[in-house]
């Protein structure tokens, strides 16, 4: 609840101008703003599926085959062009060069650990 001694809206200084929410243009602009964005939101999302209805031709009868065979058993078409010539790849005359590696070294195994010391007194 608001208190009028504490409250400037409830002055009676008739200099000042007393705002009130009232009057302020700036809500009802964003309002409307808010509205129409709204609804064109739903305009787009609604709009997308409101395509006319299919229509269904409820006159035929019987339904058509699904898959129906050919009128006449056709003969291939003949050849009109020469099979490519079959070519042997040439053998190579040089052979590839070996690849040297680095000879391998001999493997020496890890040195045994140290024995633990016995301990004094024991």
């Known amino acids: 609840m608001a208190t009028p001694d504490r409250d400037t809206a409830y002055t009676n200084d008739p200099v000042r101008t007393a705002y009130t929410r009232e009057s302020s243009g700036t809500g009802w602009f964003v309002g409307i703003i808010v509205v129409l964005a709204l609804l064109a939101i739903g305009y787009l999302v609604f709009s997308a599926n409101s395509g006319p209805a299919p229509t269904v031709d ?39 060069p070996a690849i040297e590696t680095a000879p391998a070294t001999p493997v020496t195994p890890a040195p045994e650990a140290p024995a633990p010391a016995a301990t004094p007194g024991a």
């Open 58 to 96: 409820t006159t035929t009868t019987a339904p058509a085959p699904a898959i129906q065979a050919p009128a006449d058993t056709m003969a291939p078409a003949p050849m009109t062009e020469a099979p490519a010539p079959v070519t042997e790849p040439a053998p190579a005359t040089t052979p590839a």
